[in-house]
């Protein structure tokens, strides 16, 4: 990808949620879309993923893989869009896997990972204990895409799920923040756009570098004892930069760079949560390093 197209995207993210916070909210009208309960459009999601095999409450995890999958969107996404890739992916290789929408703003619909991340970390510990008990597995591993990947953290660290969780697999997670090639420096420039991102879209503030939100989930370690980690970022990430700061530091991590493995794959943040074979295959490794293979530009037929 060319670098002037690479800095669109963050510059876009920027102007997408500065469109957002500057337009009036459309007062509630009795549809489908904006008077149906966040419960109830979770379950309507969830009942279209388990057409393609995914969200199936009947499903039991096998001895070739004994723990259910979460999958975790990002920001401005949902629990279907975001993985209509990876999920069949890992269905049509035997796992069990489930996907949530988390962090939703009243009267917003479909675009989620917006609130406060502490709150939507809750929210993850309520649907991680819903699915063990639908599964009768112990614990499941989370996969996580961009903030997906770093939110879980705050439950691992905060909230008790470091007793229910064998391994968090994040790709492009913001870790340790983001600077947005920079663009957040710029915040201080327009006053009053950093409290309209704290009073309007939570999650946004809560990932700025240096944010309140990460200093104390980063305090005393990335890490906590008894989860393996996994991150897989991509070196052309435009979203959650610089790219190195994705990943962790501590025991039981492996940091992954796609060019490493496949100095062809031109992934950018979105692409790698969204349709890349070779991310997708290094996922698999990470949920079942016993049985893992090589991860090359082949991985893309796999």
Known sequence: MLPWKRALGPLTALLLAVTFLATPAVAATPTAATSVPTAAVTTSTAVSASSSGWNDYSCKPSTAHPRPVVLVHGTFANAIDNWLGLAPYLVNRGYCVFSLDYGQLPGVPLLYGLGPIDASAGQLAAYVDKVLAATGAAKVDIVGHSQGGMMPRHYLKFLGGAAKVNALVGLAPDNHGTTLLGLTGLL???????DLLNEKTPALADQVAGSAFLTKLNAGGDTV?????????TRYDEIVTPYRSQFLSGPDVRNVLLQDLCPLDFSEHAAIGLIDRIAFHEVTNALDPAHATPTTCASVIG
């Open 188 to 194: 201080r420039y327009f006053p009053g756009i950093g």
């Open 225 to 233: 004892p008894g989860v393996r980690y996994t991150v897989i970022a």
